[in-house]
């Protein structure tokens, strides 16, 4: 992946073109009033219910259920009378994944000839990137690269001074906690944004830093905490997937997560000071450092080939210039398939997503005459894999991302069926101008507008948009409020998480019996609302000089 490539002038400036004049203010408000009661809980619920039901097999990329998905979205599309969003007349765009399946897999560790005593699945979990059915990574020197970010806005290089190449590579997960130069008990608030997560946190972003310092293998040190090992590595364990084709090698030959305590003993038994090592990955001018130890890694994976599709259909504009110029919806069709008996339903996710995304164009569709600029609606596959879908959409995009003016992103948006909030929340808040109109809209609605709700997550860099936000497209993805209209205070942040403890990425997530759909109705029609009036106006959303976040060149 070739992280913050392709930013154009287009893509950061606003831009001031199209020929026709906008409707009026009231015109447009009396569209909008007429156009956000064609979204409904009922239809929600409908295509939620149908998605995810066990027909449809937890819809992974490559299987039975994602056939089914993509039928349905595109009959949807069809009886929406949509027009096919791709340039050739049809409804999808085919997207080459590789799937990996690891099916026998080991990590060994050793120092002075002892041998770390690991356990498969409880202390650590294996895999690769590279399609591949096997991969031996011999014995090969251990180097700790400390939080192994490399961040030149921070003045801040994990690797420097040191060569890898060839070597295992351990490193912590997340950004480093840099504590406040005068209070020792903050984080400072100048360095990697503090407890919000940065794209350096990314375990992806990682990776592939440590692939382009010539790094054989990386180990990622986490902590357990609450969190049961299964669950910690569930999603390693799963078939891991990778766009077929150019850079389908670039990565490293294997990757592992393992649990802080096996890194501390194996510190240990190497003559280093685990706690000292880990205070001061923490601290500007830490540099990577050899452990007198080593590891080795033997990876067997089933391959296979896996065609899938994104899913794509569109409203053509009606301004004879801004009609070229598109504004995207999105919102992931997969989940995470079936495991033996179990099928992983994913209702709230992303269910509700790729029925928000069809509400959406049911409302769009009712404008007559259409807005201005046109509208294209994207179901992604593989987001649950890596964001694959989008990063090959926004790689191989059917209309230029220079003429892509704004990505607005529906995943973890659902509000979970628990009813309406005061509260909208913006993830990544001040990115763009987006975040603005999106602001108005939520104002309009007597709600108020903030930013993450959970921002140690990195929920920016986790769903779709952010590939579009990558390549210089102004994006925005925004989560469930937390302040619930009459209901106690901290009930939103309770089932919050209640679902992220016991139904996120579960069998269990599917749709509960007292749900209450309405808020999702409202969020719905603060989006419909932002798209809209950015379709309709002549300037174009555009990053902020000041933002936490925006694309710059590599």
């Known amino acids: 992946m070739r992280m913050f490539a392709g930013v154009t002038a287009l893509a950061v400036a606003v831009t001031l073109i199209g020929t026709a004049a906008a409707q009026s203010p009231d015109a447009d408000a009396a569209k909008l009033k007429r156009a956000e009661a064609a979204i409904t809980g009922a239809n929600l619920l409908r295509h939620i219910k149908e998605l995810s039901s066990d027909a449809y097999t937890g819809r992974a990329p490559g299987t039975d259920g994602e056939t089914k998905s993509v039928a349905y979205i595109i009959e949807q599309c069809r009886g929406l009378g949509l027009e096919p969003g791709s340039p050739s007349g049809t409804w999808t765009q085919a997207v080459p994944l590789w799937g990996m399946l690891s099916q026998a897999s080991t990590l060994s560790l050793s120092a002075h000839g002892k041998q770390i005593p690991l356990i498969a699945g409880q202390d650590y979990t294996t895999w690769t990137s590279l399609p591949l059915t096997k991969v031996d990574n011999a014995s090969s020197g251990l180097i700790f690269a400390g939080y192994g970010v490399v961040a030149p806005e921070y003045h801040w290089d994990d690797y420097a001074g040191i060569d890898v190449r060839g070597k295992t590579v351990m490193m912590f997960t997340g950004d480093p906690p840099v504590t406040s130069p005068t209070d020792s008990t903050k984080l400072d608030e100048k360095m990697f944004l503090a407890r919000a997560l940065t794209v350096y946190g990314r375990a992806g972003t990682k990776l592939e830093t440590a692939w382009k ?310 969020d719905l029609q603060i989006l419909l609302n932002v798209g809209f009036n950015v379709a309709q106006q002549n300037s174009r959303p555009a990053w902020k000089e000041d933002a936490v976040w925006r694309p710059r060149p590599e």
């Open 213 to 522: 310092h010539g790094a054989a293998a990386v180990i990622l040190i986490v902590s357990a905490g609450p969190a049961s090992p299964k669950f910690l590595f569930q999603n390693y364990t799963r078939e891991i997937m990778t766009l077929r084709g150019a850079g389908e090698q670039d990565h490293v030959k294997a990757q592992a997560v393992m649990l802080s305590e096996r890194a501390e003993e194996l510190f240990r038994a190497a003559g280093a000071n685990y706690q000292a090592l880990h205070d001061a990955a923490a601290r500007h001018g830490f540099r990577a450092v050899p452990i007198a130890a080593e590891a080795a890694f033997h990876v067997e994976s089933r391959v296979r080939k896996v065609d899938s599709m994104n899913v794509v259909a569109k409203i053509t504009g009606s301004d004879p210039i801004l009609k070229k110029e598109y504004v995207v919806y999105s919102g992931h069709w997969d989940h995470h398939g079936k495991v033996g008996a179990q099928i992983f339903h994913g209702a709230s996710d992303n269910a509700a997503g790729t029925a928000g995304v069809l509400e959406l164009a049911r409302a769009l569709k009712s404008f007559s005459p259409a807005a201005r600029r046109s509208f294209l609606f994207l179901w992604p596959t593989a987001e649950e894999k890596g964001l694959l879908g989008a990063r090959y959409y926004v790689e191989h995009p059917l209309y230029p991302l220079q003429q892509t003016v704004a990505d607005i992103n529906l995943d973890y948006f659902s509000n979970w069926g628990w009813g309406r909030t005061h509260d909208f929340s913006i993830v990544g808040i001040g990115n763009s101008t987006l975040d603005d109109v999106t602001v108005e809209a939520v104002k309009a609605q007597g709600r108020f507008t903030t930013g993450d709700t959970a921002p140690e997550q990195g929920f920016y860099f986790r769903s779709d948009h952010y590939e579009f936000a990558r390549l210089g497209v102004p994006s925005i993805e925004t989560s469930p409020g937390v302040d619930y209209v009459g209901k106690p205070t901290g009930f939103g942040v309770q089932k919050r998480t209640e679902y992220i403890s016991h139904d996120y990425h579960q069998p269990s997530d599917v749709i509960k019996p007292d749900w209450d759909l309405s808020g999702a109705v409202e």
